[in-house]
């Protein structure tokens, strides 16, 4: 059923939990993984220009997609499962839109990502990248949260 699995990796905690059930589902169907990094300059320079250097954040940011990127091609091959990886830059396109967009060329046939699960004012400020995708996909989107955390006992 899928043979083309798309996954976005960022080398968070999140992503690290998308990777793995993607890698599975690879696994499970033979299936090839396409792997994908996205650094969003617009971001950065909106964010921080005047108080940081914002070419040093921005190689900081592409620094860190490849070695998420590397780390990702090596527990897929350790897997025994294809992968191919590339990475994206963007000024002005939403994360989402790079995503969804590389899935339609690659003709990806399930999207399988890491989310934060972020509610209420944490989403409205910081964004979902993960309902974006899922709102705008021709193909499956298969989402992975992060175990709930345990609240603090007062």
Request: charge should be positive.
């Amino acid at each position: 059923m899928y043979q083309r699995i798309l996954v976005p990796v960022d080398g968070s905690h999140t992503s690290t939990l998308g990777l793995q059930e993607a890698i599975r589902i690879a696994v499970d169907r033979r299936a090839r993984l396409r792997l994908i990094s996205v650094v969003d300059e617009f971001i950065m320079a909106q964010n921080f220009e005047g108080l940081v250097n914002a070419s040093d954040l921005i190689d900081a940011l592409r620094d860190a997609g490849k070695r998420a990127l590397n780390n990702a091609v090596a527990l897929a091959r350790k897997h025994g499962v294809k992968a191919e990886a590339s990475m994206f830059e963007t000024m002005g396109d939403r994360v989402s839109e790079v995503i969804v967009r590389d899935a339609k060329k690659w003709k990806a046939d399930l999207i399988v990502m890491g989310t934060h699960g972020r509610r209420g004012v944490g989403r409205m400020v910081l964004g979902s990248d993960a309902e974006a995708v899922l709102r705008t996909s021709p193909v499956p989107v298969l989402t992975v949260r992060s175990p709930a955390r345990k609240k603090r006992k007062k």
